[in-house]
T-cell receptor, first 113, second 112 residues
Framework: NAGVTQTPKFQVLKTGQSMTLQCAQDMNHEYMSWYRQDPGMGLRLIHYSVGAGITDQGEVPNGYNVSRSTTEDFPLRLLSAAPSQTSVYFC????????????FGPGTRLTVL | ELKVEQNPLFLSMQEGKNYTIYCNYSTTSDRLYWYRQDPGKSLESLFVLLSNGAVKQEGRLMASLDTKARLSTLHITAAVHDLSATYFCAVDGETSGSRLTFGEGTQLTVNP
């Protein structure tokens, strides 16, 4: 089992460019989410999904879009990158029954120039 | 809105000493999680606490949950340098839907 995978690991963008951060999971978890973590700070929830076809906004959704067409994939789109979006992005998945533990991907380090 | 507060936010301690990190939360919940994050790495699950009075131990770390006090503790016994990391608690609030609410994290440094 690969668990939660994210690509790319590192990315540098210019202001105004768009890109998609990929997140995939093979744990059959209903819940998937995206966080950003800035230096010395905690986690801030961007968007989340409780199943295919269902997405919702977290604390800091502006500038980001998501979709969930399959259980396995939850891509995060930056529409027009800004320097304020320089951050480390983590995807996480969670089974909504049982222990409810949340598992994190390895992260994508994004720099916007 | 569920709020989760950890203290201290920064902790510098000597090897061999004991200390406790506290995680307080503001609304009813009986599910709480502890995570560890090493610098430049992702978050790794440490403990899953699913009921009042739950206690879990792994090596020099022990976590407990008191749902009546809305408090979880992460106790460190005889700290070693390898425990240096940032520790986060996360709460599954009854009114938060499926989202976990994270504390700000406690940055622990264990000095020789």
């Amino acid at each position: 089992n690969a668990g939660v995978t994210q690509t790319p690991k590192f990315q540098v963008l210019k202001t105004g460019q768009s890109m998609t951060l990929q997140c995939a999971q093979d744990m059959n978890h209903e819940y998937m989410s995206w966080y950003r973590q800035d230096p010395g700070m905690g986690l801030r929830l961007i968007h989340y999904s409780v199943g295919a076809g269902i997405t919702d906004q977290g604390e800091v959704p502006n500038g980001y879009n998501v979709s969930r067409s399959t259980t396995e994939d939850f891509p995060l789109r930056l529409l027009s990158a800004a320097p304020s979006q320089t951050s480390v992005y983590f995807c996480a998945t969670r089974q909504l029954t049982g222990r409810g533990e949340q598992f994190f991907g390895p992260g994508t380090r994004l720099t916007v120039l | 809105e569920l709020k989760v507060e950890q203290n201290p936010l920064f902790l510098s301690m000597q090897e061999g000493k004991n200390y406790t990190i506290y995680c307080n939360y503001s609304t009813t919940s009986d599910r709480l999680y502890w995570y560890r994050q090493d610098p430049g790495k992702s978050l790794e699950s440490l403990f899953v606490l699913l009921s009042n009075g739950a206690v879990k131990q792994e090596g020099r770390l022990m976590a407990s949950l008191d749902t009546k006090a809305r408090l979880s503790t992460l106790h460190i016994t005889a700290a070693v340098h390898d425990l240096s990391a940032t520790y986060f608690c996360a709460v599954d609030g009854e009114t938060s839907g499926s989202r976990l609410t994270f504390g700000e994290g406690t940055q622990l440094t264990v000095n020789p």
